[in-house]
């Protein structure tokens, strides 16, 4: 034995987890923006400084070379105590040999400073050099003249910017903690304030949910007040809770309508049957019952009919270009027996075509003239109008001058099983069903149905079938092939 298990339906991430998602990418592009942005201009502003001080230390010994070189040797950085000297000097000759420089210049080649550039030119920008005692220095050279020299003298100054470095890359730890800190307090922030937010929703849902069959008469936006962001959410419920309700209350009556409309044949028959079983009948009389019966059967049989088709309505399955007036005196033709009974004409007017099945069709406008011949007392009578459109679309009229139907009962003639009162007392027979069989046959043909009606001067009964549609340019209609 094979059994079937539910369809599973994979979750989706709730929207607190969402919101605090897209909270967090939020923060922490905000966060990686800003403190990214503090980090450069903070290096960047050490790097202008650290350039101008080695700039401003060659320009100084620029001056002392062409005015008192004697002086150069005093200008050497010693280192005190305690505190290394933070910048390195070296002076050289024309020829390359190393007058004096600082005792930590010796383990920075030549090769590692920038080229030289004379008094006249612009000294560039200091060039970075990590040495392999994994200090860090920034270095820059350049001539300097005298007496029409323009290279007396090669000054080399490399200022030590290790402890900068270092400051910058414990300020770079402390930024990327401080933006993991301040992720992990906006998760939690975000989850508060999340939930908070929610929470008009929980409670939306808790009304809903408290809400049954049995109170749908019930309504969300009235029930409590709703942030602005749910009113929409507030009246789509609402309308759907109207609904519901209207669409319970015809359920209901329908049911209600439904028992009685088949408790009234079977009863019949019920009793028709206890009646023969109490003595004994001649041939005559059980041809009678029997035949009775068979006048019930045949109404259930109808009736079982008509709600297959409302439960079920087909398609038109030979819709096709008809003439409405050619349709229609064939109805009239169909009745008029029974109309010349009862006193009463059936006149067919206008001209027209419509595309439809034509068994519904005719079922469609026989339920009509069936309904007139039986609500309209002698003499009557019954018209049938065929006007077409401007747009296309043809209405076809089915009036009377029978008893008509009151105003506030117009909306509900085309309900299954809806029969008003005064209907019940002129023809018990029926079972409601023919209107709301047109109905579904108008809706079937993409079209509409209408009522008007007076009280006492009669019903007029409009069906407006869609225009046709235009054949094709290679269709045989054309002629073209």
């Known amino acids: 034995m094979s059994s079937t298990r539910p369809p599973e339906f994979r979750r989706a991430p709730s929207i607190t987890a969402r919101l605090v998602v897209f909270y967090l990418v939020s923060t922490l592009l905000i966060l990686l923006c800003t403190n990214w942005f503090q980090f450069k201009a903070l290096s960047k502003d050490l790097d202008y400084e650290d350039n101008d001080f080695v700039l401003e230390r060659i320009n100084s010994l ?132 999340t939930r908070r937010g929610l929470k008009p929703l929980q409670e939306m849902a808790g009304k809903v949910a408290q809400i049954t069959e049995a109170d749908l008469h019930q309504r969300v936006r009235s029930a409590a007040v709703w942030p602005q962001e749910l009113d929409q959410l507030t009246v789509a419920l609402d309308a759907m809770l109207a609904r519901l309700e209207e669409s319970f209350a015809r359920l209901s009556e329908f049911s209600a309508n439904l028992a009685h409309e088949l408790r009234t044949p079977i009863n019949n028959l019920r009793g028709e049957a206890e009646v023969a079983l109490s003595r004994a009948r001649s041939e005559e009389e059980y041809r009678h019952i029997i035949e009775s019966s068979i006048e019930e059967y045949e109404r259930l049989a109808r009736m079982v009919g008509d709600i297959l088709f409302l439960a079920r309505p087909d398609r038109p399955r030979e819709a096709r270009l008809i003439d409405a007036r050619q349709a229609l005196e064939t109805l009239a033709e169909y009745y008029s027996n029974v109309a010349e009974e009862q006193q009463t004409s059936i006149t067919v007017e206008g001209e027209g075509s419509v595309c439809v099945d034509p068994n519904l069709f005719q079922r469609a406008v026989g339920n009509l003239i069936s309904n007139a011949l039986h609500y309209t007392p002698k003499p009557g009578r019954i018209s049938l109008k065929i006007e077409p459109e401007l747009d296309g679309s043809v209405a076809i009229a089915v009036a ?19 029969r008003s009162p005064q209907a019940r007392l002129v023809y018990n027979q029926g079972s409601g069903l ?27 009964v409009t069906l407006r079938f869609p225009p046709l549609a235009p054949d094709p340019p290679d269709s045989p209609a054309t002629g073209k092939s």
């Open 62 to 193: 620029r001056d002392i070379v062409a005015r008192h070189p004697d002086a150069l040797r005093d200008q050497v950085p010693v280192d005190k105590p305690g505190q290394p000297a933070r910048h390195l000097i070296r002076i050289q000759d024309a020829e390359g040999h190393t007058l004096f420089q600082s005792p930590q210049m010796s383990a920075l080649s030549l090769g590692f400073f920038p080229p030289a550039v004379t008094a006249d030119e612009k000294i560039g920008r200091s060039i970075k050099y990590r040495a392999p005692d994994h200090r860090h220095y920034l270095l820059n050279s350049a001539w300097a003249g005298r007496g029409g020299d323009p290279h007396f003298r090669l000054v080399q100054v490399a200022l030590d910017i290790t402890d900068e470095d270092a400051l910058m890359s414990k300020y770079l730890l402390r930024t990327s903690t401080a933006v993991a800190i301040g992720l992990l307090l906006a998760a939690g922030l975000g989850v508060v304030i």
């Open 400 to 418: 009377d001058n029978g008893m008509g139907v009151e105003e506030s009962e117009l909306p509900r003639v085309f309900d299954r099983f809806y």
């Open 434 to 460: 023919g209107l709301a069989i047109v109905r579904s046959i108008m809706t079937l043909h993409g079209g509409s149905v209408s009522v008007a009606s007076t009280p006492g001067a009669g019903t007029t």
